[in-house]
């Protein structure tokens, strides 16, 4: 594949010292042969190439005591740069519901992919989408995403198949809106061929409903062809981004690589197995790195990173839902805030929470995180798990133990007073919400 030969390339040159004009043309067939094999676009390879070769023969490479390094690294940022630079994210729309519509070809994984996407709207970033089945062709398109929304424990919006999908678009969108649920993600149908009759209904959706994202499923697998249909949906329908499914099967990346560049839309997702946890955000730097070989460090971070906090935020869920929280859980949290971040993103973790719009107000510095621990940790174990009698005598002497004014005591058994109270908000809410998903 692409990443070994551009490997062996680089493993030539690494070590180094000087680099001549010469070595830089002999290592950038290398890299052509190596782009061209993965089935990356004749165009874009050319194009790469130049780039890389003017920038390797200049003088930030020639006049570095690494050349062969400063080689690497002009390859790896204009890897990047191909593929889109910064990563991309997902439109929030000012007055939701976002509407996010999802094409392409028969079989490229849309009816998957959107069930994956709800699952990331819901874990990563505490949204409430709505799925809606507008596929009325494909048999048994409708049931699908409804088993997929089962798994999830999420609504699917659905009208049957003798309603137009135009009209199926619109309704949900109203239902959506009523319903209070912040993005709606419209499955529609594929063809095995691009056709007219296809993109004459994706264009009526589109005009009915005016999404904010336009995504495109497209299959890695398909390599050379994927692009071209990137470059068809965009021409006529318009995309916001592309989402390159099966990247987990036997393919050459060639269309990472091309899709971007062909299309000038972001890959904005990509697609690693039929689960519907198999979504990752696409980052077009983290790529370039594992296709040179250097390891993705920071992806496997962020998981190890994710999965503790789950784990945590789960933990802390159970109390909340037993009202069991006390000031020792409370103090743990700020503790814990110390090292994954401020205490608002840590909230924002917690299922329903996003919903809350006092949440985006709080913000706790390091200095007050630090009295608020003197001051708990002077309170008995009694006092930590009953605050309620914690009476003026009390207060004194915990105002005494921890150095701080009695009001700021005062001050933090409001604070976690209302903290209580919010829990128990939130966690109606998401009783509430859970009988909603009711909707067929
Ligand atoms: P649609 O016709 O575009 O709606 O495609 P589907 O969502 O029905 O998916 C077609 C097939 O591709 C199904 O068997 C999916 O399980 C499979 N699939 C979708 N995404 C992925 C992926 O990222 N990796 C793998 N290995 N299979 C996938
Ligand atoms: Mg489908």
Not at 309 to 328: H, N, V, Y
């Amino acid at each position: 594949g692409l990443a070994d030969r551009l490997q062996s390339t680089m493993q030539k040159i690494r070590g180094k010292g000087k680099v001549t004009e010469a070595d830089v043309k002999a290592m950038m067939r290398e890299v052509r042969l190596a782009l061209l094999y993965a089935d990356v676009n004749l165009k874009v390879v050319k194009d790469f190439i130049k780039k890389v070769s003017e920038r390797a023969v200049g003088q930030e490479v020639m006049r570095s005591l690494t050349p062969g390094q400063q080689v690497i690294k002009v390859v790896k940022e204009e890897l990047t740069a191909l593929m889109g630079g910064e990563q991309s994210k997902i439109a929030v729309s000012p007055k939701p519901p976002t509407v996010i519509m999802m094409v392409g070809l028969q079989g490229a994984g849309k009816t998957t992919t959107t069930g994956k996407l709800a699952n990331h709207l819901r874990k990563k970033h505490n949204r409430n989408p709505l799925l809606v089945a507008a596929d009325i062709y494909r048999p048994a398109a409708i049931k699908q995403l409804q088993t997929l929304g089962k798994q999830i424990n999420m609504p699917v919006f659905t009208l049957g198949d003798k309603v137009n999908p135009v009209d199926i678009a619109k309704k949900a969108v109203e239902q959506a809106r009523t319903d209070h649920h912040d993005y709606v993600l419209i499955d529609t149908a594929g063809r095995l061929h691009i056709d007219g009759e296809l993109m004459d209904e994706l264009k009526n959706i589109k005009d009915a409903v005016k999404p904010d994202e336009i995504f495109l499923v497209v299959d890695a697998m398909t390599g050379q062809d994927a692009v071209n249909v990137a470059k068809s949906f965009n021409e006529q329908l318009g995309i916001t981004g592309v989402i390159l499914t099966k990247l987990d099967g036997d393919t050459r990346g060639g269309a990472a690589l091309s899709i971007r560049a062909v299309t000038e839309k972001p890959i904005k997702f990509v697609g690693l197995g039929e689960k519907l946890d198999q979504l990752e955000p696409f980052h077009p730097e983290r790529m370039a790195s594992r296709i040179l070989g250097m390891g993705d460090v920071l992806t496997l971070i962020e998981k190890a990173q994710a999965s503790v906090d789950e784990e945590k935020a789960k933990e802390l869920e159970k109390k909340m839902r037993t009202m069991s929280f006390t000031l020792d859980d409370f103090l743990e949290q700020l503790s814990q805030v110390r090292n994954m971040g401020p205490l608002d993103e840590l909230l924002k973790m917690l299922p329903g929470a996003g919903k809350m719009k006092g949440l985006n107000n709080i913000h706790i510095d390091e200095k007050q995180i630090r009295h608020v621990e003197a001051i708990i940790q002077s309170m008995t174990t009694e006092e930590k798990q009953k605050p309620e009698i914690i009476n003026a005598s009390r207060k004194r002497r915990i105002a005494k133990g921890s150095g701080r004014p009695i009001q700021e005591v005062n001050r933090l058994l409001k604070q976690f007073e209302e903290m209580k109270k919010m829990m128990k908000q939130m966690t109606n809410m998401q009783k509430k919400g859970k009988k909603r998903g009711a909707l067929k």
